[in-house]
T-cell receptor, first 114, second 115 residues
Framework: AQSVTQLGSHVSVSEGALVLLRCNYS??????LFWYVQYPNQGLQLLLK??????LVKGINGFEAEFKKSETSFHLTKPSAHMSDAAEYFC????????????FGTGTKLQVIP | KAGVTQTPRYLIKTRGQQVTLSCSPI?????VSWYQQTPGQGLQFLFE???????NKGNFPGRFSGRQFSNSRSEMNVSTLELGDSALYLC??????????????FGPGTRLTVL
């Protein structure tokens, strides 16, 4: 079985401040991990993914995430928040090798305060 | 390469009616997954189809059904609509077999309102 837990359903940061969205996963086998972003009334868009290559993954819009096996974490960060980053962010897990459906977290809404 | 398309984008129905939503995946993708998204429940998995076969199913009542055609296009049907079925229905496609081919590409969704 696999699962993801996103800590904090709502996160507020000031414009220009560090963005940190937390994701912890549970998987009995090496996971593949994803971060998606959703803007209002739109579908989800892939920000970045970890597929067992480099543990520090860089994505679009200046976001990055680091896979930490010892902590079973895959937190999403961005050094400086921009107003356009306000959206909902979803962490997701799948598994390497064989079939396993993708499991999504409950999402974190990011508010950016001017 | 064209993305995932969903039709219609918006739909208004009344209780008791039925509705069919359509999803056309990215060319070459054989897996289509459906999700229901509501403010209260978040993103909930409905089912996944791969090569015309349902490969996975979430915890939804039998009123929710789907199918996939030989060209990988998928339809989702909801019968006897209830007010609680009002939601954004998202479709996602992927290659569906092996490794990071499970990366999902989402359509814009169909906003269903049940009155």
């Amino acid at each position: 079985a696999q699962s993801v837990t996103q800590l904090g359903s709502h996160v507020s940061v000031s414009e220009g401040a560090l963005v940190l969205l937390r994701c912890n996963y549970s998987s009995s086998v090496p996971p593949y991990l994803f971060w998606y972003v959703q803007y209002p009334n739109q579908g989800l868009q892939l920000l970045l993914k970890y597929t067992s290559a480099a543990t520090l993954v860089k994505g679009i819009n200046g976001f990055e995430a680091e896979f930490k096996k010892s902590e079973t974490s895959f937190h999403l960060t961005k050094p400086s928040a921009h107003m356009s980053d306000a959206a909902e962010y979803f962490c997701a897990v799948s598994r390497s090798g064989g079939y396993q459906k993708v499991t999504f977290g409950t999402g974190t809404k990011l508010q950016v305060i001017p | 390469k064209a993305g995932v398309t969903q039709t219609p984008r918006y739909l208004i129905k009344t209780r008791g009616q039925q509705v069919t939503l359509s999803c056309s995946p990215i060319s070459g993708h054989r897996s289509v997954s459906w999700y229901q998204q509501t403010p209260g429940q978040g993103l909930q998995f409905l089912f996944e189809y791969f090569s015309e076969t349902q490969r996975n199913k979430g915890n939804f009542p039998g009123r929710f059904s789907g199918r996939q055609f030989s060209n990988s296009r998928s339809e989702m049907n909801v019968s006897t609509l209830e007010l609680g079925d009002s939601a954004l229905y998202l479709c996602a496609s992927s290659l569906g077999r092996g490794g990071d081919s499970y990366e999902q590409f989402f359509g814009p969704g169909t906003r269903l309102t049940v009155l």
